[in-house]
Structures are given as C-alpha cells and as structure tokens.
C-alpha cells in the first residue's frame, strides 16, 4: 500500500491519487478527457444530484431535458456567447454519409438549445417566471491538461435557466440562487465565497457573473459554479417576449445557475487528507461501513451480528455496506479510509458477545454504540462527524486568505490574497501579472478574516471607489 503524495507539497498529485485510490472513475476510456464513472463514483455522483435537485425545487424551479444537439443557426445568435465558446465546442457535421446541411453543435450549455423553445413558451405575463432546470451532460473541447471531475471534456452539468419579467426580478432570481447554494454548499460541508467577476472574465453574453469559489490551498482556487444575470442579452436575439399586463410588448430578463461535476472534486480536495478521500454524510456512497472480525475462535458470532446490524441500519434509511470479504480487517480499513467512508463500525467476538460496536469515523475518532440504541447512536455519530467536518473545513478556509497591502507582495502568495483595487481593467491586470493568476473579483459576502476598509487601490494609488478584489491561481 503505497503512501500518498503530500497534499500540501504536490496537490495535483495527491489529487490524482486519490481519485484512483478511492476508485471512483475508470481513467482508461480512450477519449481524453471523457472519464468512466465507476458504480463507486456514480453513488457519489448521485448523491450529490440529489442534494442539487432537493435545493432547487425547493425554490420553484422544475425539471425538463432538452437534446445534446444545438444547429449552428441557433447556436450562433448572440454574438458574444458564439465568441467565447467558438474554439470549445465539438461539431457534428454529418449524418451518415452525407454532410448536414445545417452543422450540429454538441451543446457546452444549454442557452441557446433552449431560448429558441422559450421563446414559444413564454407568452404573456402570466408565463412568468419561467424557472426551469436540467442535469445532463456537456461537451467543451478542454486544450489545458485534463483532470477527473476538474477539467473534464464531458461534463456532468446543472444548468438553471429562468425568464423574468423585468430586471429587478432577474437580480432576485440570483438572489434566490445564492440561498439555495448556501444549502447545497451546507450538505457538502464547504465553505465558499460568492464572487462578481471582473467585466472581462464574466460568462459570455452576461450582464454579470457571480462565481463561487473555493480556496484548495497555497493561493489556488476552484471555480465550482456560477450565477448569471443576462438583463436581455439572450432575449432580444432569441425573440423571447411577453405581452405585459398593460398590453406592451417586453422582453425577459433571464438568469442561469450552473454547477458540475467539479463540486466532486472539491469536496475531494476540500476535505481529503492523507489517507484518501473524505465524504460528508450527504454524498459518500455509503455512509456506514460495517466490517466483521473474524478471529481465531469468534465462530460465526461476529459476522452474524455484523448481518444484523447492516440490516436494520439498512431498512432505517442510512447506505451501508457490510465487507464480509476475507482479506484482513487492516486491509479492509486501510480501503474504507481510502474510499472516504464516514463511519466504520467494526464486529468482533468481544463485540458480538456484548452486543455493542467499536464505531471508528473517518476523522479518527473512536467511541462505543450498543446495539440496542443502534440506529440512534449512529445517527448521531454521523452527525457528529459532519459537524466536525465543517469545523475542520472552516478554520482551512479562514487561513486561506491574507491582505496584500501592494503589488509586490502578490508575488510567489502562498494564500487567496486580498487586495484594494480601483475597478479598473489595467490594475487588475496587474495584479493578475503579479500573482501569476487571476483577479477573481469582488467578494459579495464578507470575507472570513478581519480586513477592514480598502484604502487606495494598491495599482495605481488612487483612493476613488476602491473595493476588496480577490486574487489567486484558479485551477
Ligand atoms: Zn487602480
């Protein structure tokens, strides 16, 4: 069992190897960058739709599915979005034998799939809202290296998109998107910022971008989703309009949400350590593992009990697993640690006599439950553990932030940094020189350390409408 590289010295590698090691997709698909998702991997996977759909439906949103394929007519209407995904997208350009006569593109997002249907479903005013959803899978022709769940070329997609009736409604749309990620990110034990981009990094055919983002260490950073407000940048090019209660004609402004399979890696790099990977409750495949211990004279007392308490764990809801297999028990933690699973709950002859188990959680921490208050006490250990999660991915988070007070001290961070910036594009570019990374935006919640107010922008000294910016290495 080899070790695991440093997480804190060779992130990308430790990365990779746990990913491997907790089996949770089959790199050897031979497109790059299209990963297979093992029976491990889509427990997880599925897990974390759920919490998706759950948070989502929660604030009105219903869920629809529309085709892969986008015409290139369609594809091409809003002039900025072609421009931004034109060296990303995969064409079908035959069918058969024959060339198409319109060329095909395999959606990377769904906009402009969609707002061609929108605009015939969107009528009167008392179509809206229009808040619609759908997980599906994308296509973006990735040219940077390609990594499991980070940087992938089909991508495991959410995608939010929503007609309002005017823009004050769009921007409480977002609003509303910000809370349900606030729930999501909860479930997954993350803590994350909101953040606006900077006008020449918002998504193509924006009005603006929130992006939500997630520090992974020295000064890195994981875009993990995205809000849009589009006021009517889609509208007018794909006719979509209404008759509004006074008779007039107006457009739609629109908003999309959009999360991926990226959320995975996160919470891979977020919480796993040095023995593999590490779930919360919510998405790990299975949240209790129960191991028997077979011993030299234990008869089948241990296995029995095992059996037992698998079972009633099982019809009470919770996902577990009972390795009854021969390897040795060592080797049988060593995979569980490995594959992140929260709780272990370990049988022997001592256990089965005394009817109580020797629970272990995923963060080390040892402790008794009985059999007779079984699904209670586990319940509780699980609760627990998420708590103590969370705590651990706090106090990461704080210490992943720092104030630079100019320039200079952006070079070689080994943290997000936090700096004052004017707002405009020449500074910012500065700052991106300096760190060697991106200027992420503006935090649109307060930051977790203390930094006071902004004073001159550390460019170029001006003390004109200065605000926190945040720079880092986005991965
Ligand atoms: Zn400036």
């Not at 497109?31 to 948070?55: H, P, S």
């Not at 706090?394 to 320039?407: I, K, L, T």
Request: proline letters at 6%.
């Amino acid at each position: 069992m080899a070790e695991l590289p440093d997480k804190r010295t060779a992130f990308m590698d430790w990365y990779l190897a746990v990913v491997d090691g907790a089996n949770l997709t089959d790199k050897r698909y031979p497109v790059k960058g299209m990963n297979v998702w093992t029976a491990y991997g889509f427990r997880a996977r599925r897990n974390l739709d759920t919490v998706l759909i759950r948070e989502i439906e929660a604030t009105g949103s219903e869920a629809v599915e529309f085709p892969t394929l986008i015409p290139a007519t369609e594809f091409a209407k809003e002039k900025e979005h072609i421009k931004g995904f034109d060296a990303q997208v995969y064409w079908v350009t035959k069918g058969g034998l024959s060339e198409l006569d319109v060329p095909l593109v395999l959606r990377p997002t769904s906009e402009t799939a969609m707002y061609p249907i929108f605009a015939l479903w969107v009528r009167s005013h008392r179509d809206l809202p229009l808040n619609v959803y759908q997980i599906v899978n994308t296509f973006r022709y990735e040219t940077k290296t390609t990594r499991p769940f980070l940087r992938v070329r089909e991508i495991h997609f959410f995608e939010e998109h929503t007609c309002q009736a005017n823009e004050a409604h769009a921007t409480a749309r977002v609003e509303s998107n910000r809370g349900a990620f606030r729930k999501m990110a909860e479930a997954f034990a993350l803590p994350y910022l909101p953040i606006r981009r900077p006008e020449w990094d918002k998504f193509p055919g924006a009005f603006y971008t929130v992006a939500l983002d997630i520090p992974v260490g020295e000064a890195r950073t994981l875009q993990i989703g995205s809000i849009h407000h589009y006021r009517e940048n889609f509208s007018r090019p794909y006719g979509i309009q209404y008759e509004a209660a006074d008779g007039a004609q107006q457009f739609v402004h629109q908003t999309t949400f959009g999360l991926s399979e990226r959320l995975l890696g996160a919470i891979l790099a977020v919480h796993g350590d040095q023995k593999g990977a590490v779930f919360p409750t919510a998405i790990a495949p299975y949240q209790v593992v129960v191991v028997p211990i077979p011993g030299t004279d234990a008869g089948d007392g241990p296995l029995r009990a095992a059996t037992e308490i698998a079972e009633r764990l099982r019809r009470h809801g919770v996902r577990v697993h009972l390795d009854g297999g021969d390897e040795r028990p060592g080797a049988k933690y060593y995979r569980w640690e490995m594959a992140g699973a929260p709780l272990r709950l370990e049988v022997g002859r001592r256990e089965a006599e005394s009817r109580s188990a020797t629970a272990a959680d995923r963060l080390g921490r040892k402790s008794k439950v009985s059999f007779d208050h079984l699904e209670h006490e586990v319940g509780e250990r699980l609760a627990e553990f998420d708590r103590a999660l969370l705590e651990r991915a706090r106090s990461a988070f704080a210490s992943s932030f720092s104030v630079a007070r100019s320039v200079d001290q952006l070079v070689g961070s080994t943290t997000v940094r936090v700096i004052s910036w004017c707002g405009s594009e020449e500074c910012g570019h500065r700052i991106e020189t300096a760190i060697d990374g991106a200027l992420l935006g503006t935090p649109e919640e307060p930051l977790p350390i203390p930094v006071g107010e902004p004073g001159p922008c550390a460019v170029c000294g001006t003390a004109e409408s200065t605000r926190w910016a945040l720079a880092g290495r986005p991965l």
